[in-house]
């Protein structure tokens, strides 16, 4: 149940793109985008909903194919403050949320 | 304002003592979470508080007691803890308590150490 993402780990120098995935293999109801710095709690980035609505920052673009139940997150132009572990959290029945298991993003100067 | 605290930062007692975990929010969520979060492993989802009433309990088990006084706060109270239990204990809120739909806001975490 637990979703899955993809890479496990990157590595970019600043000014390069990102791009980190997420699947699930149920029916999902919404995706959310988290940030956890070392040591610090996770950061909403945004939630991604069926039927198209989108909820979070301007800088941060995500995509969700309801039908593939899959989210893709993209990180352009990183800065060093993008380093983290980035989660997704899939809504499933019973207004839960579930996170993968993580995708750590180094932004190297 | 717009933050979950927590107390305190840091928790270590033994696996015969008894200590309580405090989470506030003052943005008038009507629903709290608890987490329990290992070293590089997401965070998982223990309690569900929705309009100061426990609406998830995952199966956690009874060592770990939830309480909800009202609307803005939120206690963990721990009881013969075992070391397996040493974890990151995370506190969240959020505006409604549909947690797959509405963003949740994380506290800083309470580092706890089950000796």
């Known amino acids: 149940q637990q979703p899955v993402q993809s890479p496990q780990a990157v590595i970019l120098r600043e000014g390069e793109d990102a791009v980190i995935n997420c699947s699930s293999s149920k029916a999902l109801y919404s995706v959310h985008w988290y940030r956890q710095k070392h040591g610090e709690a996770p950061v909403f980035l945004m939630i991604l909903l069926k039927g198209g609505e989108q909820k979070g920052h301007e800088k941060i673009s995500a995509s969700f194919n309801e039908k593939k139940q899959q989210s893709s997150l993209y990180l352009t132009a990183s800065q060093l403050s993008y380093s983290g572990t980035y989660f997704c959290g899939t809504g499933v029945t019973g207004g839960k949320l579930i996170f993968g298991q993580g995708t750590e993003l180094s932004v190297k100067p | 304002d717009t933050e979950v605290t927590q107390t305190p930062k840091h928790l270590v007692m033994g696996m015969t003592n008894k200590k309580s975990l405090k989470c506030e929010q003052h943005?008038?969520?009507?629903?709290m979470y608890w987490y329990k979060q290992k070293a590089k492993k997401p965070p998982e989802l223990m309690f569900v508080?929705?309009?100061?009433?426990?609406?998830i309990n995952e199966s956690v088990p009874s060592r770990f007691s939830p309480e909800c006084p009202n609307s803005s706060l939120l206690n963990l109270h721990l009881h013969a803890l075992q070391p397996e239990d040493s974890a990151l204990y995370l506190c969240a809120s959020s505006p409604a308590p549909q947690p797959s739909y509405n963003e949740q806001f994380f506290g800083p975490g309470t580092r706890l150490t089950v000796l």
């Open positions: 943005m008038g969520h009507r629903a």
């Open positions: 508080y929705s309009y100061e009433k426990l609406s």
